[in-house]
């Protein structure tokens, strides 16, 4: 594992491994101020999160966006989209976004490890998604983390016990503002851990301009994709969703592509 300059991004570690360590990009004020926002999030919009796998104790927010649409500023921060258009080699857009949170938690060790999406050959470093795991909480060998198997982007892609006995398991921690580049094709999970403490995290999946729709879970508003003053904004917010399109449409806009 390698940490980055946070504007900076090891692209030979991520071509190797299919993942990089940005370190702790986000400090002082500015961190503080996303925590504010992430854990107003959670105490004044409860209707948008809801739990999810392993019993419920993790629940996630993927309407972000309409929730809290300053979170825009994280997503679109330059110390992020730098380094992942870098990987990308050419402009990102929005693909998923989400605030996720897991509670304190009492059972054993769970890990359930999977691809998001198969791998896209015809993208550099068969990347065709990049998800951005962003700690705004301490992540230790103590907490629950997230954890990859590490994936040279030239070497044969093995079934999932074989990635993991040939090719290993990273642990990724760090402190809060910790940011974390991956290719979401490459085998990865959650790591459950008991653990007395929380870990909140806000997870970001950025595609390429004119590829697929990733999934239907965000919501992209208007005063995005359409009424921002800035085109690249626009641009950077144009990967619509079906949902998207349909809240669009239900107020009256019309969507490119439709007839």
């Given at each position: 594992?390698?940490?980055?300059?946070?504007?900076?991004?090891?692209?030979?570690?991520?071509?190797?491994?299919?993942?990089?360590?940005?370190?702790?990009?986000?400090?002082?004020?500015?961190?503080?101020?996303?925590?504010t926002m992430y854990d107003q999030d959670r105490t004044e919009n409860g209707p948008f999160w809801r739990a999810i796998s392993f019993d419920g104790h993790q629940s996630i927010n993927c309407e972000m966006l309409i929730s809290s649409p300053e979170m825009d500023e994280i997503i679109r921060h330059p110390k992020l989209i730098e380094p992942i258009e870098s990987i990308m080699e050419g402009p990102s857009?929005?693909?998923?976004?989400?605030?996720?949170?897991?509670?304190?938690?009492?059972?054993?060790q769970v890990e359930g490890w999977h691809r998001d999406r198969a791998h896209m050959q015809d993208r550099p470093y068969r990347c065709g998604y990049i998800h951005m795991m962003l700690y705004l909480s301490d992540v230790h060998e103590g907490t629950h983390c997230f954890s990859i198997s590490p994936e040279p982007y030239d070497a044969p892609i093995l079934e999932r016990e074989e990635q993991l006995e040939q090719r290993g398991i990273v642990n990724l921690h760090g402190p809060a503002g910790t940011a974390i580049l991956f290719n979401l094709s490459v085998l990865h999970t959650a790591t459950v851990r008991p653990t007395e403490h929380e870990r909140k995290s806000v997870q970001i999946y950025y595609g390429h301009r004119g590829g697929p729709v990733l999934s239907h879970f965000t919501t992209i508003p208007t005063s995005l994709w359409l009424e921002h003053p800035d085109p690249e904004v626009r641009n950077f917010y144009s990967l619509m969703n079906n949902p998207s399109r349909k809240y669009a449409q239900a107020f009256g806009y019309t969507v490119p592509g439709d007839l």
């Amino acid at each position: 594992m390698t940490h980055t300059d946070s504007e900076v991004v090891d692209i030979d570690f991520f071509k190797q491994n299919g993942y990089v360590d940005l370190g702790q990009v986000f400090t002082g004020d500015e961190l503080d101020r996303f925590v504010t926002m992430y854990d107003q999030d959670r105490t004044e919009n409860g209707p948008f999160w809801r739990a999810i796998s392993f019993d419920g104790h993790q629940s996630i927010n993927c309407e972000m966006l309409i929730s809290s649409p300053e979170m825009d500023e994280i997503i679109r921060h330059p110390k992020l989209i730098e380094p992942i258009e870098s990987i990308m080699e050419g402009p990102s857009c929005l693909a998923e976004a989400c605030l996720r949170y897991m509670e304190p938690y009492e059972g054993e060790q769970v890990e359930g490890w999977h691809r998001d999406r198969a791998h896209m050959q015809d993208r550099p470093y068969r990347c065709g998604y990049i998800h951005m795991m962003l700690y705004l909480s301490d992540v230790h060998e103590g907490t629950h983390c997230f954890s990859i198997s590490p994936e040279p982007y030239d070497a044969p892609i093995l079934e999932r016990e074989e990635q993991l006995e040939q090719r290993g398991i990273v642990n990724l921690h760090g402190p809060a503002g910790t940011a974390i580049l991956f290719n979401l094709s490459v085998l990865h999970t959650a790591t459950v851990r008991p653990t007395e403490h929380e870990r909140k995290s806000v997870q970001i999946y950025y595609g390429h301009r004119g590829g697929p729709v990733l999934s239907h879970f965000t919501t992209i508003p208007t005063s995005l994709w359409l009424e921002h003053p800035d085109p690249e904004v626009r641009n950077f917010y144009s990967l619509m969703n079906n949902p998207s399109r349909k809240y669009a449409q239900a107020f009256g806009y019309t969507v490119p592509g439709d007839l």
